[in-house]
């Protein structure tokens, strides 16, 4: 939570490209990071409402939209929606599997188009297919958007088969 900027260190400072975060910059910082946890949140409402989480439902841009639905690999769900982007997921997302509510926390975080994509954990409730194939679309999207930032935070090292840096913490 340090990195999200939620605590603050109880020794030392945090740097970000030469620059010491503070209460100065620390939203500014928060806005570049996008979060997606294990347990990620669906309200009651519409697809595209829900990755578009925070913004007004008039203000959805739909261009931006489709772009971070393909990035997510949520082309099929979508088809699949009687009404696609505007179906109701039901509350808590009762309607969607595990590996769907993943994807639809990594299209909102990547909807609000971040510099940094934090994955907390955010396969470890999940089947080891169903992690696969997110590993699969976490490391697709790397490619497409180099110059985006992924820190994943994982127990399990089938998780981090993707990643080009491990940094393993005691």
Not at 51 to 56: D, E, F, S, V
Not at 88 to 94: L, V, W
């Amino acid at each position: 939570y340090i990195i999200l900027g939620l605590y603050k260190p109880s020794s030392g400072a945090i740097y970000i490209d030469g620059e010491k975060l503070d209460d100065s910059n620390i939203r500014k910082w928060q806005n570049n990071i996008g979060y997606v946890s294990q347990s990620v949140f669906i309200a009651d409402l519409s697809l595209a409402e829900n990755i578009a989480l925070g913004y007004n439902k008039d203000e959805i841009d739909y261009d931006r939209m489709n772009r971070v639905i393909d990035l997510a690999n949520l082309n099929d769900f979508v088809d699949s929606l009687p009404n696609g982007l505007d179906s109701h997921i039901g509350e808590q997302g009762c309607r969607v599997s595990g590996g769907q509510r993943q994807r639809i926390g990594i299209a909102r975080a990547l909807y609000r188009e971040c510099d940094i994509l934090l994955l907390d954990e955010a396969t470890s409730s999940l089947d080891n297919t169903t992690e696969q194939y997110i590993n699969e679309s976490i490391a697709n999207l790397q490619k497409e958007n180099e110059s985006l930032t992924i820190i994943m935070i994982a127990h399990r090292e089938s998780s981090l088969e993707y990643c080009n840096r491990i940094i393993t913490l005691d």
